[in-house]
């Protein structure tokens, strides 16, 4: 539905309505789509972006309409961290040093109103084997001076109990108020985002394994068309002629 429906529409059901409310209220549906169109199955509970002192925080709840495992393992495929947030242009796994401790080092691009900026970061994380997945931010090779990351990933009947939080303190420069009105937006996208793709590629996992419906793994390319990768595409089409 475009803007102008979406004013008519508001218009006609109050003809009264001040023209600044009827715009507020445009954004407000707009908005409300956004997140719909972003997260059509599961549900998103909560999700919080704030900025205090240099650092971003980010919170976020959701049921993923997919089984815990399948959930878990998408979300811990370090060397394929690109097919869950399409900002990420190269993964490498570095040695870390430490028993139990993954070392992961990815690049990504992100576009910043007219701005393009290229983010490098590295952490290392720890799986503690109950759902619960810890990650540190390693400044030497990162464009953070601090971060951590915390999931905890729970069955919830054949659906899936995520709560992720996060903190970043960027080493580079954003400009106050505005910028950081527009780092926050960025991040709660991005955050919608990959909450959405976590979901899609573990529905297309069970899909393949419990041979999907032809129509249900077409259902699933179309809501990562774009941008799924060319392996997994093959993987899905293989899987869908057999």
């Known amino acids: 539905m475009g803007i102008i429906k979406i004013f008519q529409r508001i218009q006609s059901e109050q003809p009264r309505l001040p023209v600044w409310k009827a715009v507020v209220r445009i954004y407000a549906r707009l908005a409300l789509l956004l997140i719909s169109a972003v997260s059509t199955a599961g549900e998103i509970q909560e999700l919080s972006v704030s900025a205090t002192h240099g650092e971003y925080n980010v919170r976020l709840v959701a049921i993923l309409d997919a089984p815990e495992q399948h959930v878990y393992d998408v979300i811990t495929d370090y060397a394929n961290a690109y097919r869950i947030n399409p900002g990420i242009t190269s993964v490498d796994i570095l040695p870390s040093g430490k028993d139990g401790v993954v070392r992961v080092q ?137």
């Open 106 to 242: 990815h690049r990504s691009n992100h576009r910043l109103g007219p701005f393009s900026l290229e983010v490098d970061w590295a952490g290392d994380i720890v799986e503690t084997g109950d759902g619960h997945i810890h990650i540190t931010t390693v400044p030497e090779f990162s464009s953070f001076h601090s971060g951590f990351a915390r999931w905890e990933i729970q069955a919830q009947g054949n659906r899936t109990h995520v709560l992720h939080e996060s903190s970043l303190r960027p080493a580079f420069d954003i400009f106050p108020i505005i910028g950081t009105y527009i780092v926050k937006k960025h991040i709660k996208e991005e955050t919608l985002t990959t909450f959405s793709r976590i979901e899609r590629y573990a529905q297309i996992t069970l899909a393949r394994e419990s041979g999907g419906r032809p129509e249900q793994l077409e259902a699933l390319l179309q809501q990562l068309e774009g941008s799924i990768d060319s392996l997994v595409y093959e993987e899905i089409l293989t899987a869908r002629t057999h």
